[in-house]
Every structure is written in C-alpha cells, then in structure tokens.
C-alpha cells in the first residue's frame, strides 16, 4: 500500500526527463540547422565531429592500406609464383629446345667443317677419283686395327685402294663387298706403307704398332733424320700417291748396335677422331693386279 | 626359337660393341658382350644349340675384325669348350659364382689365341698388354652379371610356346582313377 505513490512520481520523474531530452535534442537540431543553413560556417560542432571522425576514418583506411599491402605483398606474391612456375617450366622446356636445335646446329657446322676441309683435299689431288665413306663400324678386338666403311665394290672401291682424309694417309681397304669395305688402318702391326723423308729423300717403310705411333723402318744410320722431319708417301709400285702426308718424326732412338734407326712418328691423321674418309681409286691397280697374277 | 633369339641377340651385341661402345679404332674400355653370350652358352645351354649359335656369331665377329679370318672362331669355340668342362665339375651353378671364372677364362683364352697367332703369323697384332686386357676382363667380369639376366629372359621368352601344344595334347580319361 505504501508503495504506490513512489512509483507515480518516479513515473512522472520519468517522463519529465524525456520531455527535457526530446526538448534539449530538438533545441540543438535546431541551432544546428539554423547554423547551418544560415551561416553555412563549418562550425565547433563540425569540428568537432570530424576530429571524432577522423580518427576512425584514419584506423579504417589505414587497415584497408594495410590488407591491400598485405593482399599484395603476400597473397599476389603467392599467386605470381604460381604463374611465375608455370611461365619457368615453360621456358626451361623453350631453353631445352633450343639448346638441342643449338647442339645440332653445332653439330651440322662441325660436320659441314670437316666435309668442307675434305672437299678442299679432294680438290687438290688433281685427276684422281675419289669416293667418300663414313665410317660404321670398328674392330671389336685388341689385337687388329682395322674399320669398317659403307662403301664397296658397287662404287668401285678395289682391294688395295688408298684411304685418306684431310690429315693425310689414314689406311688400304683390305677386303670388299658390294656395299662395305675393311679398311686396315695404318697403325695397324700388320700395314706397312712406302714412305720417304720430305727433306732428306730417305725411303723406308712405315710400319703400326698397335698404338697411336708408327714406326718407321730400314732407315739407314747414315741418313740425315731430325726430329720433326716431315713423311710422306713414296709412291712406290703405284697405290699410295707420291706426297701424301703421313707424319712427323717425333723420336729417334739411335742404338749403337744395327744398321738401321729406330724412329717413331706422329700420325698426321688424328684416329681417335675419324668419321669422313675418301677412297682413292688407282686407275693402275687393275694393270698391278693383273701383272701379279701373271707372275 | 631360343636358337633364332639368342643368334638375333648375340648380332646385337657384337653391333653394339662395334658401334656405339667404340667411339674410336684404339678404343680400349668397349665390353666384350660376345664372351659373355659364349659363357651363357657353356653353363646354360645344350652342346648342338650352343653350336648352332655359335657359328654366325663368329662368323660375324670374325668379318668385322682384324686381318686373321678364324680369329674369333678359335676364341669363341676354346673359351665355349673350356667353360662347358668346367661347368659340369662345378658345385655350384650360380651367377655370381660363375663369375671369376667367365673373367679368368676370357684373359686365359684371349692370350693362348695370342701366342697361336704370334707363332703362326708373328708381328701382325698388336703386343700383349696385360693391363689393358684386365681391363677388358673387367668389363667382362661388370657384364656378365646384367647380360645373364637379359639371356634368362630371352631363354624364358623364347620358351614360352605361342600355341598351347600342351593343352591340345589328348589324355586318357582315367588317368587319375585309382587302379584296382
């Protein structure tokens, strides 16, 4: 019962405090309007709403600038390695490419090379016919030294013919077939060439050991050799034409026992790089065939 | 079958060897297959198969090589002969164990044709070198293993019937009833 008039003035206390409120709230909309409108001044209260604003507006920007900084140093760093993998494996696979396009392009010059310096050979043994051959096969065992060439009878290379390349003297095609021939190569034991001392005019027989040297026999203790002395082909009983290079004396071991030196020379021809070879044809060597058989 | 692989896979490997294994005429660490094929003969397979293989393969090896044709005939024939008689007093017939033995009678039997060529036709080869033909025998030694292994195959595969003769074959129909 005592209650009840508390609660009617709290009621009215109330309600005369949002009168005040909606009083005072309308009272300043008012003066801002009017200031507004009227002044058109950017006033305290602007001034102070900005600096209210301001800040927030600061902190908002600031982080958006942030994320965007963040977007891009990170996520977009992410996404261009991605791309930037795929753009890489592409041009490793381009760069593959090319490098083997390079590789025989290089090839195709260094063979054009070779086959121009033997064209150039070609052209200086004047009047003698020639047949090139590549080489497609090598003696598998230890003993010999001999290889095989993918030319035969069918381009009439005979037993007999004079190999050679640019370098010089190279071997004798040893047995034929239509379209193959052995050449026996000048290193090996069992070929000997006729050969002479450019300078001197010594003659001696060229003999192969097996190895990358010759040996150059039946040079008498009286002849004049000097090392580095150029051989050549002789030219005796008509296969290997007279003056065809064959080496440089590299050694000579005189002993003082025997009538002949022991010389070595340094192959002219490099064998660990033969590839190209050209057949000599001897228009005599049908006639020295026939002659032999005769006897 | 096994006679028309193994001849087909012994040309194969004396091209190889003559080709792509030697890049130059004084190349010395190009493998000796053919020995290998020879030895596989010996320990695997009958006398008139391993004849009948042996023959075009040295007629091969003997056309592609050197100036003294039977060669690689008298090479292939005593190390073939050589392993087979070893092979039958053998314990063991294992690869891995067969091994030295394949290598040791390579270098044996390269040096016997050696001095039979050296008396018959003496300073047409090229000397004796014994380092460089244990280095051959090396790499005999480094191949036998692998090539055993491809023969196996082949010898597997060719055994392997392309018609089912087996299947075909007519059985009586009481072969598993118990007799009375």
């Known amino acids: 019962m005592r209650k009840k008039p508390t609660r009617k003035r709290s009621d009215r206390y109330r309600l005369f405090r949002i009168v005040i409120l909606a009083g005072l709230l309308m009272t300043l909309a008012l003066i801002f309007l009017v200031s507004t ?3 058109q001044n950017f006033g305290s209260l602007h001034k102070l709403v900005l600096e209210a604003v301001g800040p927030l507006q600061k902190v908002v920007t600031m982080s958006s ?27 490793i696979q381009q760069l593959q490419e090319n490098e083997n396009i390079l590789n025989k392009s290089r090839e195709a010059m260094a063979t054009n090379a070779s086959l121009r310096k033997l064209l150039e050979f070609k052209n200086t043994l004047d009047q003698q016919q020639v047949v090139a051959a590549m080489i497609v096969g090598k003696d598998p065992s230890t003993t010999f030294r001999s290889v095989i060439i993918d030319r035969g009878s069918n381009s009439s290379v005979m037993k007999g013919n004079p190999v050679v390349n640019n370098d010089g003297v190279v071997g004798q095609v040893f047995a034929v077939t239509p379209n193959y021939a052995k050449v026996l190569l000048a290193i090996a034991p069992s070929s000997a060439i006729d050969v002479l001392l450019q300078k001197s005019r010594v003659r001696g027989i060229l003999k192969g050991d097996g190895t990358l040297t010759y040996r150059l026999e039946y040079i008498l203790k009286t002849a004049e050799v000097e090392e580095g002395d150029h051989v050549v082909t002789a030219g005796y009983g008509g296969i290997f034409p007279t003056g065809l290079q064959v080496g440089v004396v590299s050694k000579i071991i005189k002993k003082p026992r025997g009538m002949f030196h022991e010389i070595e020379v340094t192959p002219s021809v490099d064998y660990q790089k033969l590839e190209n070879l050209l057949i000599l044809q001897q228009p005599k060597l049908g006639e020295i065939k026939q002659m032999e058989q005769q006897r | 079958m096994v006679v028309f692989h193994f001849i087909v896979v012994g040309l194969l490997l004396v091209i ?36 009948i293989i042996l023959f075009p393969l040295v007629c091969v090896l003997d056309v592609l ?10 090479l292939c024939f005593s190390g073939y002969f050589l392993l087979r008689q070893f092979s039958a007093k053998l314990p063991v017939n294992e690869i891995l164990y067969q091994i030295p033995l394949i290598a040791l009678s390579y270098l044996a039997v390269s040096w016997a044709v050696y001095l039979f060529l050296e008396l018959l036709q003496p300073g047409q080869q090229v000397a004796w070198s014994w380092w460089k033909m244990l280095v051959r025998m090396m790499l005999v030694a480094l191949c036998s293993y692998p090539l055993f292994f491809l023969f196996d195959l082949v010898q597997k595969y060719s055994q392997r019937s392309f018609l089912p003769w087996n299947r075909l074959r007519l059985r009586s129909d009481n072969r598993r009833r118990r007799q009375a």
């Open chain 2, 16 to 51: 190889l060897q003559t080709t792509i294994c030697m890049p130059t005429p004084v190349w010395l660490p190009a493998p000796d297959f053919y020995y290998v094929l020879v030895a596989y003969l010996a320990f695997r397979l009958d006398l008139l198969r391993s004849l």
């Open chain 2, 65 to 74: 090589s050197g100036t003294v044709l039977g060669t690689y005939a008298l």
């Open chain 1, 37 to 39: 409108l009227g002044s």
């Open chain 1, 65 to 91: 600038a942030y994320v965007e900084t963040f977007k891009s140093e990170y996520i977009d760093i992410l996404q261009d390695s991605l791309r930037l993998r795929e753009e890489n494996k592409r041009l």
